[in-house]
């Protein structure tokens, strides 16, 4: 083996040490990266069930409150007692609504 050969076969060393240093340095970022986006994955899936939740709750609260909505027909009673407490009374005694 001649002087030339040795510089050459350095040169490799050295250039294949540089790429190994640049490939770990990539790999590291892709790292952080995964680890980044791993983080926003669990964060939006919190937020996503504590939405799930919120619109469960809604729901329910919407149905409690359903329950509690007078329907037609005891809205029609209520006006038509309120149309004969409220009429002047002919020799009765009536209450103002």
Not at 6 to 29: G, K, M
Not at 70 to 78: I, S, V
């Amino acid at each position: 083996m001649n002087a030339p050969t040795f510089i050459h076969a350095r040169q490799a060393l050295i250039d294949a040490a540089q790429q190994r240093i640049e490939l770990t340095n990539q790999v590291r970022e892709q790292k952080r990266k995964i680890v980044d986006l791993e983080r926003e994955v669990q964060q939006q899936a919190a937020a996503a069930e504590r939405a799930r939740q919120a619109l469960a709750d809604a729901r329910n609260e919407i149905e409690a409150l359903r329950a509690q909505v007078p329907d037609d027909a005891t809205r029609r009673a209520y006006d038509g007692l309120v149309e004969v407490l409220t009429e002047p009374s002919q020799g009765e005694l009536r209450l103002a609504a």
